[in-house]
């Protein structure tokens, strides 16, 4: 027990250490951080058990959690701010909804219907989707955005489809074309009173490791594929960063990162943005269904110019991922 107290403790400082590196960069430490909020919760454990025993083994947990709490953000929030809506407020809700086949053990015939009926329900000013397919019932359904943006695929070659829609009138859009992937970013320009908001929809390379395919997988390919997925990630995200960088009013990143919150990936592209989330959700957020793991890999992040009100995750189980909604405003001078 001393060893795996000392060993799960020094790890986690390790972590803690090397995540708010971005710089820095091991691959396999990369994989091992999926596996942070596990970490966490054992040295947990192990601090509270000696704490009640009063045993000097309390220090090292101990200081294991407070390196990780300074340094990092935790997974586990909880909001207790109520504050009223504002008729300021804009709505952004993003969903990967698996181009409306459902989930790994649920393909009903009517998952497109139930996920529609959904969004209609959410009355979003924004919906950003990943994974979308563009059919006669969506595009009826999806008619009460008067603006909209799908990406088609370019040549031969076919994407994870990307979408906006909104009701704000979009003044300007594009893509970002990810190399040598299926995976894409595509962005929006939309004109808010008299402002305008870069909204750009993310979906970054995916993992493919889908709930029972790991056991079946060789651990050396598995390994070697998902390392290879971190790289083209980290690319992608600077692609992105680089892109934004150029833009002069207010940005909003939102989507599928496929990748955790203790990722360099994620790091990146939060700089110096805010995570709704982190601000005004609750629970561990988590919204990838995904056995045993809770792994929170979409989300919004938002330009300090704009105040975060209002963040939702919602536990319907219609595609592999859930979605997530936030609200925000325009910060007044």
Excluded at 185 to 213: C, E, F, K, W
Excluded at 240 to 258: M, Q, R, T, W
Excluded at 307 to 316: A, L, P, T
Aim: aromatic share 12%; hydrophobic share 40%; charged share 20%.
């Amino acid at each position: 027990m001393r060893l795996i107290t000392i060993s799960s403790s020094c790890l986690l400082v390790v972590f803690s250490i090397y995540i708010s590196s971005i710089e820095s960069q091991v691959v396999f430490l990369d994989l091992l951080l999926l596996f942070t909020p596990y970490l966490v919760g054992l040295n947990f454990i192990l601090g509270f058990a000696y704490s009640l025993k009063r045993n000097k083994l309390l220090f090292f947990p101990l200081v294991a959690l407070i390196v990780w709490i300074f340094v990092l953000a935790p997974f586990l929030v909880f909001s207790t701010d109520d504050e009223e809506k504002s008729p300021e407020d804009i709505s952004l809700l993003s969903y990967n909804v698996m181009e409306f086949i459902g989930n790994y053990r649920d393909r009903p015939s009517d998952i497109q219907d139930k996920i529609l009926d959904f969004v209609s329900e959410q009355e979003a000013d924004i919906v950003c989707f990943q994974e979308f397919a563009s059919t006669k019932l969506s595009r009826e359904r999806l008619a009460i955005y008067p603006y909209n943006f799908v990406y088609s695929p370019r040549g031969n070659k076919r994407f994870a489809p990307l979408s906006i829609f909104s009701r704000y009138p979009i003044i300007s859009s594009g893509s970002l074309d990810f190399e040598n992937t299926l995976n894409n970013s595509i962005y929006v320009d939309v004109l808010i009173d008299a402002d305008t908001l870069r909204i750009y929809n993310v979906h970054l390379q995916s993992m493919r490791v889908r709930p029972g395919s790991i056991k079946r997988e060789n651990p050396v390919n598995l390994l070697s594929r998902l390392g290879k997925t971190i790289e083209q990630q980290k690319k992608q995200a600077v692609q992105i960063l680089e892109h934004s960088g150029k833009v002069a009013h207010p940005v909003v990143f939102c989507g599928d990162f496929n990748n955790t919150q203790y990722s360099k990936v994620y790091r990146l592209l939060k700089e110096d943005k805010e995570d709704s989330f982190l601000e005004r959700g609750n629970g561990l957020g988590n919204t990838l269904l995904f056995k045993f793991l809770p792994f929170r890999i979409d989300y919004v992040l938002v330009d300090d110019e704009l105040e975060i009100s209002g963040h939702q995750n919602f536990d319907i189980h219609l595609s592999d991922h859930t979605p997530i909604k936030a609200t925000f405003r325009f910060q007044t001078p």
